[in-house]
């Protein structure tokens, strides 16, 4: 365990090293966040056509919109993984003595710290819009704690997605595929209970949804979960570490 | 000479093999490497060379056969191979976006160098690799042959038993080659090291090695001492001869479109 732990932060102390040190990514990466909140929310909000409860409009896609944002740029992850592959990274890796969780583990609680990055964006855009935000340091902590649990998840699911197409080109084709169903297959923008049947079985089955439903309830005042923060996290933790699981399983593979 | 070393091998592999698909890149090899000594593993492009290496270091299973890396056999206990074991790899494994001392502790760090040893063990390591200097800029600011010195630093850092190294010096110039040369020679040296190195070089071969073999479409078609094998063709033959004959023609004969490509691509990183 003590040598999870160490190994796991030394993949986690070099991500983020690279991150501070070459911020643009992540810089640009919040331009999208700001685009959804400003322009589609505002606009949305005058139609006034989603019933959303007691939230305003804006409030109700302001949680949506930062799982969103962690959704977007931790499934890039998978790039970087097959861009250490074609380097040699990875194979300098693996013929290390250390665990192979340990590696795979280390890239999602680094990718947890990149969504950590995304979250004081929005909560930035946000305050300057009026969203009112809940202040409560426990809620803080854990919309804090969710963003790195669901980074976690997306990261992971990325990596497995690296392992399985390796090559970058067949990636990015991959990874447009997947992200934007399961954004809109989720509550991001809109309320389950006015989604089709189908549309909300898909939700239901969608992390994406669990993670937006935690923050719906911890980030706005007045916001409330609709499974519960028991069932939310419980989820997440579940899906985090079957992908966790079977990432380990075939990171190996990407240095055949 | 009754040391021990001379029953147990460094590198043991019987009928090891691999295939992709209907491809035998590997087929049915038996090497013998004892400890301390360096080993040329020489080919054409795609002749298994890197496969060859690859399932030694525990990156590829093998499809059918066995092989034991000092002492470990690389199926059942591939964790002990990785510990006794050293690697630098075709592809440049250093990360350029990273300093070459954060590569190193990077390195020291996932070998579980103790705490305290770490700081002397990644200076040793610089200044024995010509680093000193250099060791807090950017990888990605270095010539092609400090990369590979900074690779060697980490793959020797935790005093490996033996070094597996997939051309260390492509698309290295005349100085930083033989720099690359000296460093290893220094390692058997004062450490015993048992080295595998593949090469196009044939130089770089008989300058090397103590021993070497020949691949060919994943044979060994020949192994010996390199002035044994050059003897063996004729009074005058030079080590490009010995290779031109067992090695099945031209060096970019059997090479696949990928293969160059990903070989020019490594040049030119280096370069
Ligand atoms: N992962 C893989 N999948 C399919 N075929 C592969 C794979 N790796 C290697 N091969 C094939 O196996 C053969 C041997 O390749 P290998 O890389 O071992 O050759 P090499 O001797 O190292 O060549 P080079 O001098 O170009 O590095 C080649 O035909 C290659 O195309
Ligand atoms: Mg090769």
């Not at chain 2, 270091?57 to 199926?75: K, M, Q």
């Not at chain 2, 200097?133 to 490996?160: C, F, N």
């Not at chain 2, 290893?184 to 130089?203: A, F, K, Q, S």
């Amino acid at each position: 365990m003590e040598r999870f732990i160490r190994e796991s932060a030394a993949i986690v102390e070099v991500e983020l090293i690279k991150l501070v040190r070459d911020p643009t990514e992540i810089i640009s990466r919040a331009v999208q966040p700001l685009l959804w909140l400003l322009v589609f929310g505002q606009v949305l909000a005058q139609v006034r056509g989603i019933h959303t409860g007691q939230l305003s409009y804006l409030e109700f896609i302001t949680p949506g919109i930062l799982a969103q944002s962690v959704l977007f740029s931790a499934i890039f992850y998978g790039i970087a993984v097959i861009w250490e592959r074609d380097l040699g990274v990875v194979h300098k890796l693996l013929v290390s003595p250390a665990l192979r969780s340990s590696l795979v583990f280390g890239k999602a609680v680094a990718a947890g710290f990149r969504g950590l990055v995304q979250a004081v964006v929005i909560y930035l855009i946000a305050f300057i819009m009026h969203v009112s935000l809940s202040l409560d340091p426990l809620k803080i902590f854990a919309v804090l704690a969710a963003v790195m649990l669901g980074s976690g998840i997306f990261a992971t699911f990325s990596l497995i997605i690296a392992c399985i197409v390796k090559t970058r080109e067949r990636f990015m084709g991959i990874g447009q595929l997947l992200t934007m169903p399961m954004f809109f297959a989720s509550n991001a923008i809109y309320p389950l209970d006015i989604m089709p049947g189908w549309l909300r079985v898909i939700a239901q089955i969608n992390p994406l949804t669990y993670l937006i439903d935690a923050l719906r309830g911890l980030m706005i005042t007045g916001g409330e979960s609709v499974h519960g923060y028991l069932v939310d996290f419980g989820v997440m933790l579940v899906v985090f570490a079957a992908l966790l699981f079977v990432a380990v399983k075939l990171y190996p593979t990407l240095a055949e | 000479m009754n040391s021990p070393a001379l029953e147990s091998f460094a590198i043991r592999t019987s009928e090891l093999t691999r295939q992709f698909g209907s491809l035998t890149a590997v087929d049915h090899i038996g090497l013998n490497i004892p400890y301390g000594e360096i080993f040329g593993l020489l080919g054409a492009n795609g002749a298994g060379k890197s496969t060859v290496i690859k399932m030694l270091t525990t990156l590829l299973s093998p499809t059918s056969g066995t092989a034991e890396v000092g002492g470990f056999d690389i199926i059942r206990s591939p964790a002990d191979v990785r510990r006794r074991i050293g690697y630098v790899s075709q592809l440049v494994s250093a990360d350029g976006t990273l300093t070459g001392y954060e590569n190193l502790r990077l390195s020291a760090k996932l070998y579980g160098l103790p705490k305290a040893e770490r700081g002397t063990r990644i200076a040793d390591a610089l200044d024995f690799m010509g680093l000193a200097d250099s060791a807090h800029k950017l990888v990605r600011t270095y010539s092609g042959g400090m990369i590979r010195r900074l690779e060697l630093a980490q793959a020797m850092l935790h005093r490996p038993a033996i070094l597996f190294l997939d051309e260390p010096t492509i698309g290295l110039d005349p100085v930083a080659r033989r720099t690359v040369w000296d460093r290893l020679l220094d390692l058997r040296r004062d450490y015993g090291m048992t080295v595998l190195i593949t090469t196009h070089d044939m130089e770089e071969a008989e300058e090397l090695s103590d021993k070497l073999a020949i691949l060919h479409a994943g044979q060994i078609s020949v192994v010996g001492e390199p002035a044994e094998l050059r003897a063996g063709l004729g009074a005058d033959a030079t080590m490009d001869d010995v290779f031109v004959h067992y090695a099945g023609g031209l060096i970019h004969e059997s090479g696949t479109f990928s293969e160059v490509a990903q070989t020019r691509r490594t040049a030119h990183r280096l370069g």
